[in-house]
């Protein structure tokens, strides 16, 4: 059964930090491109940032200096670094996994304060 559990969401102040952590089973996460998404009610959800098996990496231009995205195959996790944060980051963060099957984790909440 493939698994991808999200944690490491939660209330930050503009300005401040998070770490979204997202850990894979059931699926060889080493061939995987993993990605991060988001949505906010009403809205579509969005591209955050993605990153290869071979580590190649795009971000958002949205979150692009503020946000890495990075990827630990030994333990089967993908993290999403957050800085800089502002409110209008506040949203659900999704994990996704793609390579022959796509997969979504359950979601995370981030809210930022102002």
């Known amino acids: 059964q493939v698994q991808l559990v999200e944690s490491g969401g939660g209330l930050a102040q503009s300005g401040g930090s998070l770490t979204l952590s997202c850990e894979a089973s059931g699926i060889i996460f080493s061939l995987y491109n993993m990605a991060w998404y988001r949505q906010v009610p009403g809205s579509e959800r969005e591209l955050v940032a993605i990153?290869?098996?071979?580590?190649?990496?795009d971000i958002s231009t949205i979150v692009e200096g503020r946000f890495t995205i990075s990827r630990d195959n030994a333990k089967n996790t993908v993290y999403l670094q957050m800085n800089s944060l502002k409110p209008e980051d506040t949203a659900v963060y999704y994990c996704?996994?793609?390579?022959?099957?796509?997969?979504w984790g359950q979601g995370t909440q981030v809210t930022v304060s102002s």
């Open positions: 996704h996994g793609n390579w022959r099957h796509a997969y």
């Open positions: 990153i290869t098996p071979g580590g190649r990496i």
